[in-house]
């Protein structure tokens, strides 16, 4: 912290009446100093970092763009195959926009035919305001500093409480022992393997970013995903969601998602 001459004057002042001599003032001095530079590190420790997501459709061409999205994601946290849908575990998947957006307005001039008949890629939203965050009698699942919906699935007791409350369909329950569906040949040995009877989900690849790498999705993404801090004015996402019109799923029910999906140009572009 700086300090003015009147400031100095009036320390150094109270300092000779009361006969404490020198020491007393650059004592004082130091420790303004001491609480100024605590107080601006505790600043910058308190800098809200919010990661999310945001998709261009219009950027994966092809059956191919979507599944290699989707494979990069799975392979590395060694999600099985179960073979029955009904059993089915998936942290990334391609759903229609009508089960996407079932709330949107199918009318918005900015939602071309086009548009609304792609394919999109689903994945948890990691809300700001998550529903199951609340609900989870364990805090098996828990939201980061960072913003990401984590999933601790040692401490899962499988009460499906929070796939009741997510509205979003993003989490999978083990009805099986998944690791009875993993190919040894190909399964992850970094990466943990869970146990029958608990959920799991995207976990925004928690991992990769203690590496300083991208989630394994937007790094498979040739672009078509991006990732970054939706707190940064600076970030690519930001700047992406500031000059293209976004949409965000269910967005009315206020969990806030932090994945963002681009419809089309703003007029203000």
């Not at 060694?78 to 089960?99: A, D, L, S």
């Not at 890629?121 to 990691?126: A, V």
């Not at 608990?198 to 970013?209: I, S």
């Amino acid at each position: 912290m700086s300090i003015n001459r009147r400031q100095f004057l009036k320390i150094a002042g109270i300092s000779t009446l009361l006969g404490l001599g020198g020491a007393t003032v650059f004592s004082e001095l130091s420790k303004n100093s001491l609480e100024a530079s605590e107080s601006e590190h505790a600043a910058i420790s308190a800098k809200t970092i919010r990661y999310g997501l945001v998709i261009d459709v219009s950027k994966l061409k092809t059956a191919e763009d979507y599944q290699r999205c989707i494979d990069s994601c799975h392979s590395i946290h060694n999600v099985p195959n179960i073979g029955n849908p009904k059993e089915e575990i998936k942290w990334i998947w391609k759903e229609t926009f009508e089960h996407s957006f079932p709330t949107a307005e199918t009318g918005d001039e900015y939602m071309s035919k086009e548009f609304m008949e792609r394919p999109f890629l689903i994945l948890c939203n990691h809300c700001a305001k998550p529903a199951c965050v609340r609900v989870c009698p364990t805090k098996a699942t828990f939201k980061r500093k960072d913003g990401i919906v984590m999933q601790d699935m040692h401490r899962c007791i499988g009460c499906r409480i929070c796939m009741a409350a997510c509205p979003f369909g993003a989490r999978s329950f083990n009805f099986r022992d998944p690791r009875l569906f993993l190919s040894k040949d190909k399964e992850n040995p970094e990466f943990p393997t869970r146990t029958r009877g608990v959920v799991e989900k995207c976990t925004m690849c928690y991992e990769r970013l203690a590496k300083g790498l991208q989630p394994a999705c937007a790094e498979a993404s040739n672009g078509a995903i991006v990732f970054g801090d939706l707190e940064d004015p600076k970030s690519e996402v930001r700047k992406i969601i500031g000059s293209k019109y976004t949409i965000r799923r269910k967005p009315e029910l206020g969990t806030q998602p932090s994945v963002y999906y681009v419809i089309g140009c703003n007029e203000n572009a």
